[in-house]
């Protein structure tokens, strides 16, 4: 299983890049639109590029082919692991589906919005049904994404609320933003007991701003 994969970009195409790693290989790389349009910013200054990878093998009747799917931070992959539980959506089809910004997605599926996901190449209105009601009030925290390529270290256990902080300094929030918004979330929902619906919370807090 294919992790992650370092290394420069020596080709673009529509959907996908072409990465030279050490030793001599070179690997194509699905790219969905909402990463395609940050890979710029997120190369070092040697060059290189570090990708969170989505590994999977794509078969058919006469062969199965490995496929690699590659995402800026874990917080993207972890979107893209949501969106494909979604009945009839696999992994090639939400490379394809997801070619607006992740929070224009999430405030989509939030708000039922039926016209913005029957937007997504691939995506017909009974799609876009199945999507809400599979994860409206499960995709909170991916609606306060900000910016990308900033990765912070997690605490080896931490509580819900410990867990949903370094989720939102993994999103590019200030320590101080982030703790009053957990704050006010926790005084508004005081009964929260886990890092994802605390996350909700913060989501629809600064959604009705």
């Known amino acids: 299983m294919i992790s992650h994969i370092r290394g420069k970009i020596a080709k673009r195409k529509n959907s996908s890049i072409i990465i030279d790693v050490d030793g001599g290989f070179s690997y194509e790389v699905l790219i969905p639109g909402c990463v395609m349009s940050a890979l710029d ?28 799917i590659g995402f800026l931070n874990e917080i993207e992959k972890e979107f893209f692991e949501k969106f494909i539980t979604v009945s009839g959506i696999g992994p090639k089809a939400a490379v394809k589906a997801l070619n607006a910004s992740i929070p224009k997605i999430v405030k989509a599926i939030a708000d039922g919005d039926l016209t913005t996901l029957k937007s997504l190449p691939g995506i017909g209105e009974q799609r876009a049904k199945e999507i809400v009601a599979k994860l409206q009030n499960k995709v909170g925290k991916f609606g ?57 919370e913060v989501y629809k807090q600064k959604k009705s701003r």
């Open 144 to 200: 306060l994404i900000q910016e990308y390529g900033v990765e912070i270290s997690v605490a080896e256990m931490p509580n819900f609320q410990e867990e949903a902080m370094d989720v939102l300094l993994q999103l590019q929030y200030k320590k101080p933003e982030a703790k009053e918004m957990i704050q006010k979330a926790l005084e508004r929902s005081p009964g929260i007991k886990t890092a994802e619906d605390l996350l909700n």
């Open 41 to 68: 910013k997120s190369v070092n200054p040697d060059g290189t590029i570090k990708l969170i990878t989505y590994h999977y093998h794509h078969t058919d009747p006469a062969k199965s082919i490995p496929v690699l």
